[in-house]
Nanobody, 118 residues
Framework: VQLQAYGGGLVQAGGSLRLSCTASGRTFSIYAMGWFRQAPGKERETVARIGWTGGSSVYADSVKGRFIISRDGAKNTAYLQMNSLKPEDTAVYYC????????????WGQGTQVTVSS
């Protein structure tokens, strides 16, 4: 499975951005997709995860109520709508696929920079 990430950029605090991540290859093997992020000097954080079949989603407490993860199975694409962005959301965001608690994702996309200015 290969993951191609899109989106990111620079936005003012309070603004919105949308990330997308498209899978190719053995997409039938995907059971979950989502995003991690890592800011300079900070540990990597799981941002959101969505189950590919049932669409159940999980969010980090830091983004609950502001970020929405969704997926389009026909397009093999996951989306992360980021609203009410804060400077502390500034990080490199990585899409990933197929992981559960305690496991590393099987697949990673390239990182995309999200910068939120105050």
């Amino acid at each position: 499975v290969q993951l191609q990430a899109y989106g990111g950029g620079l936005v003012q605090a309070g603004g919105s951005l949308r990330l997308s991540c498209t899978a190719s290859g053995r997409t039938f093997s995907i059971y979950a997709m989502g995003w991690f992020r890592q800011a300079p000097g900070k540990e990597r954080e799981t941002v959101a995860r969505i189950g590919w079949t049932g669409g159940s989603s999980v969010y980090a407490d830091s983004v609950k109520g502001r970020f929405i993860i969704s997926r389009d199975g026909a397009k093999n694409t996951a989306y992360l709508q980021m609203n009410s962005l804060k400077p502390e959301d500034t990080a490199v965001y990585y899409c990933a696929a197929n992981w559960n608690n305690g496991r590393e994702p099987d697949y990673w996309g390239q990182g995309t920079q999200v910068t939120v200015s105050s």
